[in-house]
């Protein structure tokens, strides 16, 4: 299957602090990339959707200055969590969809921990 | 509305099939998908049917879908220790759109 690599697969940062995740799609282009937030033992949420070169779509709840999503290629999405507090100490997970839009690839998530 | 159920927890001895089942509400779900994740792990697509299907086998894993019903199950052959993980079930309603998933189900393989 294709591969789809997130970086940092760990962070921990002071609050207050921003915090940057990039998600790429190594041998595809990904006209679509999701950002999901995933709670210990729980399923996971859909954040926000990306399409190449327009403005992320977030869900309701999700606060958009505060997750900042930016999809400026067809390899690459960046998620920043900006002045980080504990409790978006959580595991985000990145997915990408090309353009037969069947399979949906996933990162393999960032454990992001704010003290 | 869209929702996608699983039962939490199952437990099984090596070389026993696994049977993981899944129901959704929304009838119009285009693709249904088997992804599994291990502890700390990202998910790992492990198989997909398209709606206007009724069987996918690939290798040990065999998916059956009852679209009245709206009830889908993954079956693992001969289950390993090693298939001890979270298979989550999910939906996507259209084509590009975000998969919508289920909670989770704890598959534990004792030897």
């Known amino acids: 299957g294709a591969v789809v690599s997130q970086h940092p697969s760990w962070v921990i940062c002071k609050s207050g602090t921003s915090v940057k995740i990039e998600c790429r799609s190594l041998d595809f282009q990904a006209t679509t990339m999701f950002w999901y937030r995933q709670f210990p033992k729980q399923s996971l949420m859909l954040m926000a959707t990306s399409n190449e070169g327009s403005k992320a779509t977030y869900e309701q709840g999700v606060e958009k200055d505060k997750f900042l999503i930016n999809h400026a290629s067809l390899t690459l999405s960046t998620l920043t969590v900006t002045s980080a507090h504990p409790e978006d100490s959580s595991f985000y997970i990145c997915?990408?969809?090309?353009?037969?839009?069947?399979?949906?690839?996933f990162g393999q998530g960032t454990r992001l921990t704010v003290v | 509305g869209e929702d996608v159920e699983q039962s939490l927890f199952l437990s099984v001895r090596e070389g026993d099939s696994s049977v993981i089942n899944c129901t959704y509400t929304d009838s119009s779900s285009t693709y249904l998908y088997w992804y599994k994740q291990e502890p700390g792990a990202g998910l790992q697509l492990l198989t997909y049917i398209f709606s206007n299907m009724d069987m996918k086998q690939d290798q040990r894993l065999t998916v059956l879908l009852n679209k009245k019903d709206k009830h889908l199950s993954l079956r693992i052959a001969d289950t390993q220790t090693g298939d001890s993980a979270i298979y989550f079930c999910a939906e996507r309603l259209q084509a590009g759109t975000a998969l919508i998933f289920g909670k989770g189900t704890t598959l534990s393989v004792s030897s």
């Open positions: 997915s990408a969809s090309g353009q037969r839009n069947t399979e949906a690839f």
